[in-house]
């Protein structure tokens, strides 16, 4: 008769945590390159060739001769970017650019936080008719609201100044808002925050709903002020969220080009040209292709570094999800 061995079995080692913790992020990251993979291939399909041809014509002179005749256009090297860098008035589109982009993304931003406050506050139908109204604003094209700003500030018949003589006097009748370069501006962001708040008002309301009520009447128990909630408590909860918004409204407002365009009846003065609209004068205006596709590339050089850290913070987002 065989003795039974009485030591105990053994259970197999358990599956370290870390071990299974790196299995499933790369399992979740291969998941995501496929997911992300039809889309991919549409925008290198749609994007990419343009994309190249910028940039091979921007190393090109291309005139009207080899637009009309077809031939190659003789190769320039770096000429078109050498010829942009060193140009004073590049340098001060850009500066431009730059600014109303940091006034603008800052207004548009905090008007929109302050009305998703104010849409958590106020009566459930008050709420809805004003995400329908916004939606409306959202939904209108750029082209229409930039004529109907037209319209308002019109010199002659414009609402504005009707409006302005009746308050302040007769000497805001046949007022042109454009001749002072800092009241055109001031029209052009308005548009432009204006067609911007609805996106950021409702993504950000979406976003308070993950702020806990709990938090938030503890705080008030504790005799924290609104502020002081707001500022310890919602901003940051919420401060991926608005990373996100506040990104791709930058990449929107560093683009601008149908209001200003369109506001200055297609022939913007030097005074309001920006990157967009001054790469489009120089290639169409003046015929100087391969320069205005130089300064195409230069601009899409300067929105790189915020296009990474915008697709970063998705990532960082996915991750913690």
């Known amino acids: 008769m065989q003795a039974v061995d009485s030591r105990p079995v053994q259970a197999p080692a358990p599956l370290k945590t870390a071990d299974r913790s790196g299995a499933r992020r790369k399992r979740d990251t291969r998941t995501a390159w496929l997911l992300s993979l039809p889309t991919l291939i549409i925008l290198i399909g749609m994007l990419g060739y343009p994309l190249y041809r ?111 003589s009746k308050v302040f006097g007769d000497e805001w009748l046949n007022h042109s808002w454009f001749v002072n370069p800092w009241e055109g501006w001031a029209v052009i962001t308005t548009l432009v925050v204006w067609a911007g708040i609805p996106f950021l008002a409702i993504s950000l309301s979406a976003g308070l709903t993950q702020v806990p009520k709990e938090l938030v009447e503890a705080a008030t128990v504790d005799g924290a002020s609104s502020w002081q909630t707001l500022r310890n408590i919602t901003l940051p909860i919420l401060k991926p969220l608005l990373t996100i918004v506040t990104t791709l409204s930058v ?71």
């Open 251 to 321: 990449i929107w407002n560093f683009g601008l080009f149908t209001q200003n365009w369109a506001l200055r009846d297609s022939h913007p003065e030097p005074v309001y040209q920006t990157l967009a609209t001054y790469s489009y004068t120089q290639a169409f205006g003046r015929s100087l292709y391969s320069y205005g596709s130089a300064i195409s590339v230069i601009t899409v050089l300067l929105m790189l570094g915020v296009m990474v850290f915008y697709i970063r913070q998705m990532f960082k987002i996915g991750e913690v999800d």
């Open 54 to 164: 910028m940039i091979v014509l921007s190393f090109q002179n291309m005139r009207l001769r080899e637009l009309f005749s077809g031939a190659t256009p003789p190769w320039a090297g770096v000429d078109q970017y050498a010829k942009a860098l060193t140009d004073d008035v590049f340098w001060g589109i850009v500066a431009r650019t730059a600014a109303f982009t940091v006034v603008s993304v800052t207004l548009s931003v905090t008007a929109g936080l302050g009305i998703a406050l104010l849409m958590r506050r106020v009566h459930a139908k008050v709420r809805i008719f004003m995400m329908v109204a916004m939606m409306f604003v959202w939904a209108l094209p750029q082209l229409v609201a930039a004529q109907a700003f037209r319209w308002l500030t019109d010199s002659d018949f414009g609402v504005l100044n009707y409006l302005f």
